[in-house]
């Protein structure tokens, strides 16, 4: 991962769990279905960043240390920025799937 851009784009999230743990952030993405899962976003390790959600509209945030969970109203395309020591994480509806006949 470089210093400052993109950490990484994740498509259909029902919501993020973050979390510190030592001296370090952590971020992981889950979806909706029978079975639960999730997705990592790597951070470096020995950091600790300020983490920011914005425009991603939630129904329920669910803080147990070490982590919190927070669940989005739908499906969401997520994108994870760095700046600096901040993590910026922003979203939007999907895109809907336009069938070609």
């Known amino acids: 991962m470089a210093d400052d851009g ?5 498509k259909n ?3 993020i ?6 001296s370090r952030s952590w971020i992981e993405v889950f979806f909706e279905g029978d079975l639960m899962h999730t997705q990592s976003a790597n951070l470096p390790a020995g950091s600790v960043f300020d983490v920011y959600v914005e425009e991603i509209p939630h129904k329920a945030t669910v803080y147990e ?5 927070i669940f989005f109203d739908g499906p969401c ?3 994870i920025t760095r700046d600096g020591n901040r993590i ?8 809907p799937h336009i069938a070609v006949v």
């Open 6 to 10: 993109i950490v990484d784009s994740i």
């Open 13 to 15: 999230a029902a919501g």
């Open 17 to 22: 769990i973050l979390g510190v743990s030592e």
């Open 65 to 69: 240390h070490p982590r919190t969970m």
């Open 77 to 79: 395309d997520i994108r």
């Open 88 to 95: 910026v994480i922003a979203g939007s509806p999907p895109k």
